[in-house]
């Protein structure tokens, strides 16, 4: 059945995207048309305006390291584009404008790869790579010194997830629910592991997180699998998200996020507001949390932090998954994944701006703007810096003073 992406708001309100198939539209379009009109018309009065900023006394000091243009950014496309960082440099991939690396002190240009393709997947870093991969399936393996491309290998779906890299590997995740595993060095495929794709998801994935043997992957019905990385054998299987409800709306529970080890527990998180701490090893849950969203989690040493799909941002107890506290004030303002930027929280939102807020309590501590136009990858955070990537492919880097 042919499946279409169509935004959930305005092209002036922020936009989550979805993945919809043909019967899907119909039905909702029989049995919930006044709520459908709303979200499509931008007119619905019931607070879908995103919420306005509110004034505060910053307490953290926030400077503009640097800022660059890595190409024509993903734009609609909804991939939640991001840079990486490793060994002192900033890598980041635009749909058009191939591969650049960046000194991350200065931000001056070190190599860029050109490419014909639509490059909307990674790039991900590891074991002296740098792997894309582009909307019509292509996987690149580039030099991470030099930016030469190393191989070439193809899937059967678009990527727009970030390549993992590691364990002798390059793991791929399509927008199909295939997880495929290339050989390093080759470029040959090992092996791939399937997962069905409900007809209704939202549209965006990321990727696999690998440990010691293991590579674990959430997948849009909301669960999240643990695969041996020598062969892709499944080992355990646990539901995080619930898929539950009269529609295919209601039932929507997408573990998009990539998941976080932390030493010996994995953290995940999913579209229905659900996160979870499970016993990596054994697949066991710890604790579950009401709170959650799409996006990926962020770990501190005591504060587990998510943002919710309605603009919340939650900070939970690592050891028992209890609300510390919630930070409302952006509701509706299409936020990013957090990440933790020093001694605090960070999410980016639809019109540019980035939000410190206090681990300990949720509070604002700074905000500053990075370019005008929207953030929807996770910002990404190494030492005091942090670097994020907005829809029109402009990078801007970051220093947080305490």
Excluded at 40 to 68: H, M
Aim: charged share 20%; with cysteine.
């Amino acid at each position: 059945m042919k499946q279409v992406s169509i935004p959930l708001s305005g092209a002036s309100a922020p936009a989550a995207v979805l993945r919809v198939s043909a019967l899907a539209l119909c039905v909702l379009a029989v049995s919930g048309c006044s709520t459908v009109k709303g979200w499509f018309d931008g007119k619905d009065k019931d607070n879908t305006k995103p919420a306005a900023l509110t004034e505060f006394t910053p307490t953290a000091s926030v400077s503009e390291l640097w800022s660059v243009d890595a190409g024509k950014g993903e734009g609609a496309l909804g991939a939640r584009q991001h840079p990486a960082i490793a060994d002192g440099r900033v890598y980041a991939a635009a749909v058009e404008g191939g591969v650049h690396a960046f000194e991350l002190q200065s931000g001056k240009r070190v190599w860029h790869y050109e490419s014909e393709l639509r490059l909307s997947g990674g790039p991900g870093v590891g074991e002296g790579l740098v792997a894309v991969g582009s909307l019509d399936g292509d996987v690149i393996a580039l030099d991470a010194a030099t930016g030469e491309e190393r191989w070439r290998a193809k899937v059967g779906n678009e990527i727009i997830a970030e390549p993992a890299v590691g364990l002798g590997m390059v793991f791929v995740r399509s927008n199909d629910g295939r997880l495929t595993a290339f050989d390093a060095a080759t470029g040959e495929r090992r092996w791939f592991w399937n997962r069905d794709v409900p007809s209704l998801s939202v549209r965006g994935n990321d990727a696999p997180v690998l440990g010691p043997g293991y590579v674990f992957v959430g997948s849009d019905d909301g669960s999240v699998a643990a695969l041996a990385a020598a062969d892709g054998r499944p080992l355990w299987e646990q539901a995080v998200g619930q898929q539950e409800g009269r529609t295919e709306l209601d039932r929507m529970a997408d573990v998009d996020g990539t998941p976080v080890l932390d030493d010996t527990t994995l953290l995940a998180t999913s579209y229905d507001g659900r996160t979870m701490a499970i016993d990596a090893p054994s697949g066991q849950p710890m604790w579950l949390s009401d709170h959650g969203g799409p996006g990926r989690v962020a770990a501190a040493d005591s504060v587990v932090v998510v943002s919710s799909p309605d603009g919340s941002v939650h900070g939970l107890d690592k050891r028992g998954g209890t609300a510390l506290w919630t930070q409302a004030a952006l509701a509706r303002r299409n936020l990013t994944a957090p990440a933790i930027h020093g001694g605090y929280a960070v999410v980016g939102d639809y019109d540019g701006y980035l939000h410190w807020m206090d681990l300990g309590t949720g509070a604002f501590v700074a905000r500053a703007r990075a370019g005008g136009d929207a953030l929807r990858g996770v910002p990404v955070v190494d030492g005091d810096i942090l670097v994020v990537q907005d829809v029109d492919g402009e990078l801007s880097a970051f220093r947080v003073a305490q």
